[in-house]
């Protein structure tokens, strides 16, 4: 699962209906893992977002935009979702906040799994955090941005406890699946970082408020390269996700 096998990425972000995400989580975790990788694609991660318990949020990847089209297209016209959807569609209020991403280079996508996936029947969550962060730009991230993040913004991360395991930009290629809609119009960068534990990511954070490089020159440096603030993803993986 790196970023030559799969250099094509959806970041799912899924608004759900009060007190619906737990529903939909067994029901995914039964029912869509196995079934989507059946038809070519990969199921990377699947997640509560800590910070809204109305929130699910996952990654998929494919080989190629053509692959994406006859995956997306197998598995929508397929027993398995036509068998849930209703009851999946019940839990949800907003599925169209997608990106569509690439890593930057094929280093930089999602590491080999360090195991198996949990069987079908693990309800135990791992006790990890991945934090996903989100930068927007006015115009596509080249290869100056990715030089001032190596120098500058990846050491600080690094000496903070939270080295990037995956970088990720926008892929401007039109949407071969029309049927889901993407977000477009947008120039993103994404990094993602993994902790042993929420105290991990916890002392992430407050190693970096301290920091007085993070604060006096990076931050600001940064800032001064994109249109709004980061978007942060505090997210546990469920039980069955891969990247956990």
């Known amino acids: 699962m790196d970023g030559v096998r799969y250099p094509v990425l959806e970041l799912r972000q899924y608004r759900l209906r009060p007190g619906q995400r737990e529903l939909l989580i067994e029901l995914f975790d039964r029912e869509f893992v196995e079934s989507q990788e059946a038809e070519g694609m ?34 929508y016209g397929g027993p398995a979702w036509k068998a849930s959807s209703a009851q999946a569609n019940a839990t949800m209020l907003d599925t169209d906040d997608v990106l569509l991403l690439r890593p ?7 590491p080999v799994p360090a195991g198996p996936r949990s069987g079908a029947a693990a309800v135990s969550a791992a006790q990890s955090r991945i934090l996903a962060t989100l930068y927007f730009g006015d115009r596509p991230f080249d290869s100056s941005f990715t030089g ?17 395991i995956a970088r990720l930009q926008t892929e401007y290629a039109e949407n071969t699946f029309p ?3 993407v ?21 992430h954070v407050g190693r970096l408020q301290r920091s007085e490089r993070w604060r006096d020159s990076v931050q600001p440096a940064l800032a001064a390269l994109l249109t709004r603030a980061p978007q942060q993803l505090r997210l546990a993986p469920t039980a069955r996700s891969l990247l956990r």
């Open 148 to 164: 001032f993040f190596d120098r500058h913004v990846r050491p600080v991360l690094t000496e903070t406890g939270a080295p990037p």
């Open 42 to 75: 990969a199921v990377v991660g699947q997640f509560r977002d800590l910070d809204d318990p109305d929130r699910f949020v996952w990654i998929r990847g494919f080989a190629s935009m053509p692959a994406r089209a006859r995956a997306l297209a197998g598995f």
């Open 179 to 181: 049927a889901l809609p």
């Open 183 to 203: 977000r477009t119009g947008e120039h993103v960068f994404a990094w993602l970082a993994r902790f042993a534990s929420q105290d991990d990511l916890g002392r």
């Open 104 to 110: 930057v280079t094929a280093q930089d996508g999602f």
